[in-house]
Nanobody, 123 residues
């Protein structure tokens, strides 16, 4: 199967920066869209940013100009550079990927989530 493992969360002061990483592993044929979502306490999970396999990006209005999503050349890892962080950015951040994976001789599609990494912005 497929696993997504995130890293890079932590505590940062307002105005600071963090970089999140997410690596996919398993019987992967290819990965289409990869993205980051977040869920703050008492709120629903929301899209932060998404990047296609071709490198097109889309961002939530609340993070435009502050966050940058990118992928590695092998297209199995995705990153989120977060600058000018605000207390409202405090949340658990989840990696998501649309994966084409091998099952025996066949290829199947699946949508996968990482376990989440906590980002806390506080002075």
């Amino acid at each position: 199967q497929v696993q997504l493992v995130e890293s890079g969360g932590g505590l940062v002061q307002p105005g600071g920066s963090l970089r999140l990483s997410c690596a996919a592993s398993g019987s992967i044929s290819s990965i289409n869209d990869m993205g980051w979502y977040r869920q703050a306490p008492g709120k629903e999970r929301e899209l932060v940013a998404v990047i296609t396999s071709g490198g097109r990006t889309n961002y939530a209005d609340s993070v435009k100009g502050r966050f940058t999503i990118s992928r590695d050349n092998a297209n199995v890892s995705v990153y989120l550079q977060m600058n000018s962080l605000k207390p409202d950015d405090t949340a658990i951040y989840y990696c998501n990927a649309d994966v084409v994976y091998f099952m025996g001789w066949r290829r199947n599609n699946g949508n996968y989530w990482g376990q989440g990494t906590l980002v806390t912005v506080s002075s």
